[in-house]
């Protein structure tokens, strides 16, 4: 993907008048599974945070509520691969 695609994304949990990217942020772009192609915040998160991530999608497996699980991927640290769903937590 080149940088010019990149920004033209859209962001995971952003408002869809307002879903593309902003210059002073940091993104993974998401790879496979329900959210793919999307761009996701990862500007305020840790190392740690990003080696799995759970983000509730309408469209996954388990319908709304539940979770795509992603994590970053280990050589490139802009891409977070979907490892599978989860249902949502009660």
Known sequence: MDEVEFLRGRVYGADH??????????????VGGPLDG??????????????????TTEIG????GGRALY???????RRLDWRGDAPGVL
């Open 17 to 30: 008048e307002d879903a593309g990217p902003r210059p002073e942020r940091v993104y993974a772009h998401l």
């Open 38 to 55: 999307l761009l996701l915040d990862v500007t305020d998160r840790s190392e740690q945070e990003l080696r799995e991530v759970a983000l």
């Open 61 to 64: 497996r388990y319908g709304p």
């Open 71 to 77: 994590a970053r991927r280990e050589n490139d640290g």
